[in-house]
């Protein structure tokens, strides 16, 4: 937290890059250097964050100038690292998990997600396992590979907005869903919170479970804003 130093925000083209300006002075990354972005629409997102600050800059309020710098400071190095932590996701897949017992919870998760298996295995190349107990479902290794691949092949900026909306949902497969405009943020939580829900419905929900619930919503929606706008 510091004082706000600045009047004007702004925007501006740096060759093939876009930049933030505070008061015509580029913002610069934690390790120092000129935060480039690679959208315009991405460079108005986090021009909105600083100028909505008030009398001191918080940090916690801005989850789209920190996510722009750990891709600018970091992806560049960790691409391959990353690529392999949304396999690790993927290996346990929330929607490859479904419960032996409610049955009409079960039969509630494959109402749910089975369609998006199926979306994912054209995708991927190849059906995704599915487990009913704790072990982990058996994924082909051609879908696996396919999937690292892909996300080998994304900009640093949408790579590091795909690990973080994949890390918030449990699910890769919704990550990418996301990624490729098949799903909105709403309807992504609401699927990744299928057991939740069902309990929610039959028990009721406690103040500070739907608080966490609220944070961990506008956490993904930031997310998947800063991924939109990554991808252009």
Wanted: glycine share 6%.
């Amino acid at each position: 937290m510091s004082t706000r130093f600045y009047q004007h925000v702004g925007t501006a083209q740096d060759g093939s890059s876009w930049v933030v300006l505070l008061d015509d002075k580029p913002i610069k990354t934690p390790a120092g250097d000129v935060l480039q972005l690679p959208s315009l629409a991405l460079a108005e997102l986090i021009a909105s964050e600083w100028a909505a600050q008030t009398k001191t800059v918080l940090p916690s309020t801005m989850p789209l100038t920190k996510l722009a710098n750990v891709a600018h400071d970091h992806m560049d190095k960790a691409h391959g690292a990353s690529a392999d932590e949304l396999v690790r996701f993927a290996n346990a897949d929330l929607l490859c998990f479904r419960v032996t017992t409610p049955l009409a919870l079960r039969e509630v998760q494959a109402a749910k997600w089975d369609g998006w298996l199926g979306w994912a295995e054209q995708v991927f190349g190849a059906k995704l396992g599915v487990s009913n107990d704790l072990q982990l479902p058996a994924h082909p290794p051609q879908a696996v590979q396919n999937m690292r691949q892909m996300a080998m092949e994304l900009h640093p900026f949408a790579l590091t907005a795909l690990v973080h909306v994949t890390s918030i949902l449990g699910s890769a497969i919704l990550g990418f869903a996301l990624l490729q405009g098949k799903v909105n943020a709403k309807n992504a939580f609401d699927l990744s919170r299928v057991e939740e829900n069902w309990q929610i419905k039959h028990w009721g929900e406690d103040d500070e479970a739907k608080a966490r619930a609220d944070g961990l919503f506008a956490a993904l929606s930031a997310a998947v804003d800063f991924m939109r706008a990554s991808n252009r």
